[in-house]
C-alpha cells in the first residue's frame, strides 16, 4: 500500500530528542546545487542525495545526486533500481549522509508517508520548502530531521544549525533523472 504525503501526518514523538554530537558540513556549493537540483522539478516533489566522508562523529558533503525518480505534486517515490543506479555513480570511499526532498508548502515535518521514504536511520533528512524555492537565511525554514529513538525528530532551529554547517569546499553533482 502506497501513502499519499497528506493521507495520514504522523503522531508526534513517545520520548524526547536528545541533542547529538554529530555535525554535518556542507560546501556551499553542495546547497547551491541542491537548490537546483530541486526547483527544476517545477511544482513537483523530488529529492537529492548528499554524499561524503565520514570523520569520526563529523561528516563533510563530497558529492549531490539526484536519481531517477517519479514525481507528483504532493510526494516522490524512487525504486531500488534507481538507487543502484545512483550508487554507481558514487566512489566507494564516500557514504550517504543525507537525504533531500522537497514539499509544496512552508511544512517541513515528515510525514507517515516520508518516513517510509528515508533511505537510512543512519543519515539526516532535510525537507525543504516551497519544492526548493526557499528564501531564508540557512538553514531557517528547512526541516532537519534526525532518526532517534524509534522516530524522525524535526531539529528546533537552534539545533539544526549547531548540525548543519555550511563551509567551501568542492562537490560533484550528477542528475540522472
Not at 30 to 59: I, K, M
Amino acid at each position: 500500500m502506497q501513502l499519499d504525503e497528506f493521507e495520514e501526518w504522523r503522531a508526534p514523538p513517545t520520548s524526547p530528542y536528545v541533542p547529538g554530537s554529530m555535525k554535518l558540513l556542507v560546501p556551499r556549493d553542495a546547497l547551491h546545487a541542491t537548490f537546483q537540483l530541486l526547483t527544476v522539478a517545477g511544482p513537483l516533489e523530488s529529492c537529492v542525495f548528499w554524499y561524503g566522508r565520514r570523520d569520526g562523529l563529523n561528516g563533510t558533503v563530497t558529492a549531490v545526486r539526484a536519481p531517477a525518480q517519479h514525481s507528483t505534486r504532493f510526494n516522490y517515490h524512487v525504486d531500488e533500481a534507481a538507487r543502484s543506479r545512483m550508487a554507481a555513480t558514487i566512489p566507494d570511499d564516500l557514504r550517504p549522509l543525507a537525504q533531500i526532498h522537497s514539499h509544496p508548502g512552508h511544512m517541513v515535518e515528515h510525514s507517515r508517508y516520508d518516513d517510509a521514504m528515508v533511505s537510512s536511520r543512519r543519515v539526516l533528512s532535510l525537507v525543504f520548502p516551497h519544492y526548493g524555492r526557499v528564501t531564508s537565511a540557512w538553514p531557517l525554514g528547512i526541516g532537519v530531521h534526525e532518526w532517534q529513538r524509534d522516530y524522525w525528530h524535526l531539529l528546533a532551529p537552534d539545533i539544526a544549525v549547531r548540525r548543519v554547517e555550511l563551509t567551501s569546499g568542492q562537490v560533484s553533482v550528477g542528475d540522472l533523472r
